[in-house]
Nanobody
Framework: QVQLVESGGGLVQAGGSLRLSCAVS????????RGWYRQAPGKQRELVAT???????KYADSVKGRFTISVDNAKNTVYLQMNSLKPEDTAVYYC?????????WGKGTPVTVST
């Protein structure tokens, strides 16, 4: 089992930056994929960025060049650095970890980007 707790969301003006954190606990040794997803009001949850064990990263086209996913294994924390934020980035951001083929989710942290 894996537990995930996100933090770092908030209100920011367009063009600003935020760094989201996801504290991971539990059976973390067997996690093979960590990721960030988001869900805007009235829309389906979508992938933002993922990192497979090692350095294999994948980003949604809409965030490439602006967002960076990283992992601090010593702190068991996954980060999402978000720069040049746009109003369309407004959403609840969820951390995810895949453990033996099962995806676990945090409760999400809201991000609002104002014009």
């Amino acid at each position: 089992q894996v537990q995930l707790v996100e933090s770092g969301g908030g209100l920011v003006q367009a063009g600003g930056s935020l760094r989201l954190s996801c504290a991971v606990s539990g059976s973390i040794v067997s996690i093979d994929t960590r990721g960030w997803y988001r869900q805007a009001p009235g829309k389906q949850r979508e992938l933002v960025a993922t990192m497979v064990s090692g350095d294999d990263t994948k980003y949604a086209d809409s965030v490439k060049g602006r967002f960076t996913i990283s992992v601090d294994n010593a702190k068991n924390t996954v980060y999402l650095q978000m720069n040049s934020l746009k109003p369309e980035d407004t959403a609840v951001y969820y951390c995810s970890a895949r453990w033996y083929g099962v995806n676990f989710w945090g409760k999400g942290t809201p991000v609002t980007v104002s014009t």
